[in-house]
């Protein structure tokens, strides 16, 4: 069974900066595309960066410029780091890939709170 471990969430001032850690096991980051996604209280969740095997990586319009994302296949884990913290970027953020969301598999998540 594939685990995926979310981490870095906290609390936060508008204008702060978090860097969130997905820790999964087994070679799921290193050969799949390995996405960051956000559910907000009452809303339905959103891809927010995405990075492929290769590097590439999207951004949701509302994240450019301030967020980014990586990977580390040695350690296989993929990170979002969060610069310019917004009141609306506040959410439980999740990682994950096609191949674990086709399957319905999800982590805990990391909550994110931005005050204003």
């Known amino acids: 069974q594939v685990q995926l471990v979310e981490s870095g969430g906290g609390l936060v001032q508008a204008g702060g900066s978090l860097r969130l850690s997905c820790a999964a096991s087994g070679s799921i980051v290193s050969i799949n595309a390995m996405g960051w996604y956000r559910q907000a209280p009452g809303k339905q969740r959103e891809l927010v960066a995405r990075?492929?095997?290769?590097?590439?990586?999207n951004y949701a319009d509302s994240v450019k410029g301030r967020f980014t994302i990586s990977r580390d296949n040695a350690k296989s884990t993929v990170y979002l780091q969060m610069n310019s913290l917004k009141p609306e970027d506040t959410a439980v953020y999740y990682c994950?890939?096609?191949?674990?969301?086709?399957?319905?598999?999800w982590g805990q998540g990391t909550l994110v709170t931005v005050s204003s």
């Open positions: 990075v492929t095997p290769g590097g590439r990586t």
């Open positions: 994950n890939t096609d191949v674990l969301i086709g399957r319905g598999v």
